[in-house]
């Protein structure tokens, strides 16, 4: 479920230097992470499943839907903040018209909603601020970050939520090969998930 959120965000899922905001849309060439089949995939705290694919691309904007099991209270409270994402009957939540571009230079979220805008570019430098909320806090220069069985360099980003539920602050990581690969909720009663994420 979390991908999700990465994705919107999560999504999953926000970045320039402090005196520069870039928050133009993204230019550069189609990414194979937002076309029409692309699925995620993750482990995530109560999430079973998961059922998430890209289900349209139209002018570069590709669209998400599919459905998921959530089962963890934290996560559920989130869920439900987010009704412009997320369709809940008990336990069963329905994504619907997630929308995003994924270019060569990044991913911007086109949902509407509390992450609006940039998530990552990946030329982002430390102390990068996109328009979505976000803030770039590291940028490997070496592959430093396990992911899986690799390690790879990442684009590191902190978002504070703005709605001021369950969820605190969500923190990801961004390959510029892979798309976001992982996310960490932080929960106000201070526990936190993390999970890692695959784009197929």
């Known amino acids: 479920?979390?991908?999700?959120?990465?994705?919107?965000?999560?999504?999953?899922?926000?970045?320039?230097?402090?005196?520069?905001?870039?928050?133009?849309?993204?230019?550069?060439?189609?990414?194979?992470?937002?076309?029409?089949?692309?699925?995620?995939?993750?482990?995530?705290?109560?999430?079973?499943?998961?059922?998430?694919?890209?289900?349209?691309?139209?002018?570069?904007?590709?669209?998400?839907s599919g459905t998921f099991t959530m089962t963890d209270p934290r996560y559920m409270k989130v869920i439900k903040q987010h009704p412009e994402y997320f369709n809940v009957s008990g336990d069963n939540v329905t994504v619907d018209g997630i929308k995003y571009r994924a270019t060569s230079e990044g991913i911007e979220n086109l949902s509407g909603g509390e992450f609006d805008g940039v998530l990552v570019r990946y030329d982002a430098k430390v102390g990068d601020k996109y328009n979505s909320g976000g803030t770039v806090t590291h940028v490997s220069k070496d592959n430093d970050f396990q992911w899986g069985s690799m390690k790879i360099k990442v684009i590191e980003v902190e978002h504070p939520t703005k709605k001021g539920g369950d969820a605190k602050k969500i923190t990801y990581w961004a390959n510029h090969r892979f798309g976001i690969v992982a996310v960490e909720t932080e929960f106000n009663d201070g526990s936190k998930d993390y999970a890692s994420i695959s784009i197929f």
Do not use: H, R, W, Y
């Open 1 to 64: 479920m979390k991908k999700l959120l990465l994705i919107i965000l999560t999504v999953p899922a926000l970045f320039a230097a402090a005196s520069c905001n870039k928050n133009s849309s993204l230019g550069g060439e189609q990414d194979s992470k937002g076309e029409v089949g692309t699925t995620f995939k993750g482990d995530f705290a109560g999430a079973s499943n998961v059922n998430i694919s890209v289900t349209n691309l139209s002018n570069g904007v590709s669209t998400i």
